[in-house]
């Protein structure tokens, strides 16, 4: 059977315009990325801020529609759907957005926020959608449903307004969410407790995931038992098992990623070996550097290779995928000796 | 749950200078619209009592033809709200609709729409209206009131055109588009209550500059005026020489002050409004 999503050499450009008189510039957001998520899946979208993270995590809500490569869901190029077939995927793949201050309207009271999909997609009947948002509500934690249900969204904390929009997402019965960083606006006190609900629909409903964090810890936390996928600057350079990946960092950048996560304890911290990055900036999608995206801030950067030709995604061993020139060379054969150690 | 109607008065008690402008406004409309009823027009001429001053018998004073002015007061508004609120209305239409399908839809359609608007923006409206009062037939006040709902919309409609288009990029819309809930939701049940106290605003402003601009047609004597109201007691107050009589004072003053409170009612009510639409300002 086909995976339920396959992104195949999506990219997304967007036009820029800087002054009157110079040349619309065109810039890739999105380079020639391709995964796949089966059936009840999690994948772990990794990567710093503005690296494509939220733009992979919209196309696949089908928010944007790539400028290139092929979108599928369940075998079938969303954007070449027929109306029937785009309505299933529409109720099938719903989205978490990052800012529960931003999602819901703030003239509508929980209640009648959860009430237009069910209405409108005729979940269920007039007269049973009061029972049905109450139960919606109670399996979001929000208790006693009855109170929650006709609050506006101003008399809710943030956390409490997550839970109404994971609730509003679940009314249409989904198969695949895609949660753009649900937890990161919200009080790290309660985060805890909104990534065990999530963890607990999809062991219970079987509901597949796109998770999408800047926080490693929080990738491993929720997909430990899936796949993670490394971005940097629109492309993915590291794939594979979420232990592995976290456990095992074969790219450069994953291994920064790793040792920049600060420990509780401040003395762990300060000693920890940081490796030496050649530069802290991250460069600018409208001038790219050549050859290796990373080559510019890669503690392992190799003169006259990373900075000439760019690697792709290759495959380095059954589970795992990397996009460095130290695992494989153009061909694509692998360099086994180079992580005999690691792997 | 409350009700919608208890809902609204308890939200509309709560801003006190709004809830009087409100009880004004309802005085006004009680006097225009159902007094005029109980008490008859009386335009009989009195050559013995031209311009007496405020009496019991007459408590504003008398006019030119020594008619009581209290009477043409009550019977003066009805025509004035009429133009308003039908003038209001019909450009809060065109201003609603258009600029949502301008914001919605964007692209060519945009384009062509603002720039109609732009074109009317730049059209200077009094000396128009002035112009065109000579050949289009103003004795009813609903010819009155289309023209003037057809000239005011553009400046409401570009600034919904704008709301519209910040609106339709918030994560809310999104998530009911994700959630496949039809343009028709998107619209009515996600963007427009979002900027309900704006489009509000924007009819009772244009009520209230349809006010002015009928009102100083009359007093102009553009518009051939066949009735009783508050434009045409001006315009008579200020050619009849109320103004030199000691007495007549009245007879000028009070539309002015009758179309100054209403007014002052109208927008004070707008205020009010702004915190029945917008939750947030209800501080609960």
Redesign the interface.
């Known amino acids: 059977m086909a995976p339920i999503i396959e992104l195949k050499h999506i990219g997304k450009s967007f036009m820029v315009k800087r002054g009157i008189f110079s040349e619309k510039k065109e810039i890739k957001v999105l380079d020639d990325v391709n995964l796949t998520i089966e059936e009840g899946e999690v994948l772990a979208l990794v990567g710093e801020s503005g690296c494509g993270k939220t733009t992979t995590a919209k196309i696949i ?3 944007h529609k790539p400028t290139k490569g092929e979108f599928l869901y369940r075998g079938k190029n969303v954007w070449e759907m027929n109306k029937e077939e785009f ?1 299933r995927y ?2 099938a ?3 978490i ?1 990052q ?1 529960p201050y ?7 009271r929980v209640f009648d926020t959860i009430k ?2 069910l209405l ?2 005729k979940i269920v009947e007039k007269r049973k959608v009061y029972d049905k948002v109450l139960e919606l509500l109670e399996m979001v934690d929000l208790n006693p449903p009855e109170e929650y249900a ?1 609050k ?1 969204p ?2 809710l904390s943030g956390g409490e307004r997550q839970r109404v ?1 994971i609730a ?2 679940l ?2 019965g989904p198969e695949f969410i895609v949660a753009d960083e649900p937890v990161s606006m919200l009080d790290v006190s309660i985060r805890l407790s909104i990534i065990e609900l999530l963890k607990d629909l999809r062991e219970k409903m079987g509901v597949g995931f796109l998770f999408v964090t800047h926080d490693l810890a929080m990738a491993k936390y929720f997909a430990l038992e899936g796949k993670t996928a490394v971005m940097y600057l629109g492309k993915v350079v590291e794939y594979g098992n979420t232990r592995d990946v976290i456990d095992n960092p074969l790219h450069p950048y994953t291994q920064v990623l790793l040792k920049a996560i600060p420990e509780a304890d401040p003395e762990v911290t300060r000693k920890k070996e940081m490796p030496k990055l050649r530069s802290l900036d991250v460069p600018s999608f409208l001038n790219l550097p050549k050859g290796c995206r990373f080559h510019t801030r890669c503690p392992l950067y190799m003169e006259g290779f990373c900075n000439k030709k760019e690697p792709k995604l290759r495959q380095v061993s059954s589970t795992r995928k990397v996009s460095c020139w130290l695992y494989h060379d153009e061909e694509g054969n692998v360099k086994e000796e180079a992580f005999k150690g690691v792997l | ?1 409350k009700s919608g109607i208890k809902l609204f008065f308890y939200h509309l008690r709560k801003n006190k200078v709004g809830f009087a402008g409100f009880i004004v406004l309802l005085a006004l409309i009680f006097m225009s619209y159902i007094l005029p009823y109980f008490v008859p027009l009386d335009m009989e001429t009195r050559v013995n009592e031209i311009f007496k001053p405020p009496s019991w018998k007459h408590p504003l004073g008398t006019d030119f033809q020594g008619r009581d002015i209290l009477n043409q007061i009550i019977h003066g508004g009805k025509d004035v709200m009429n133009v308003a609120f039908m003038a209001g209305l019909i450009s809060t239409a065109i201003a609603v609709s258009l600029g949502a399908v301008s914001g919605f839809v964007g692209g060519k359609v945009d384009m062509v729409l603002t720039s109609i608007a732009d074109i009317i923006l730049t059209i200077p409206h009094f000396p128009l209206l002035a112009v065109l009062a000579a050949f289009i037939d103003f004795k009813s006040s609903v010819g009155l009131a289309t023209l003037l709902g057809l000239l005011s919309w553009p400046g409401a409609m570009r600034s919904i055109r704008a709301q519209v288009l910040s609106l339709k990029e ?3 819309v ?9 343009t028709g ?1 998107i619209v009515f ?2 963007i427009i ?2 900027m ?1 106290n704006y489009i509000v605003m924007n009819m009772i402003f244009s009520m209230r500059s349809a006010v002015y601009s009928q009102v100083g047609l009359i007093i102009l004597g553009f518009v051939p005026f066949t009735s009783t109201n508050w434009g045409v007691m001006i315009h008579y107050a200020w050619s009849r020489g109320a103004i030199f009589f000691k007495g007549s004072l009245m007879y000028l003053l009070a539309p002015i002050a009758m179309i100054a409170l209403f007014q002052w009612s109208l927008v004070s009510f707008a205020r009010a409004l702004e915190g029945v ?4 300002l209800r501080g ?1």
């Not at chain 1, 931003?102 to 509508?108: G, I, V």
């Open positions: 809500a089908g928010i309505e529409r109720r793949v719903q989205l957005h800012d931003a999602s819901l309207n703030p003239t509508m237009a999909p409108r997609h006709f506006y101003h008399q929009t509003r997402a009314t249409v | 749950m918030r994560d809310f999104e998530a009911a588009r994700v959630l496949d809930l039809g939701h049940k996600e209550p979002n309900m639409f917008n939750p947030r609960e």
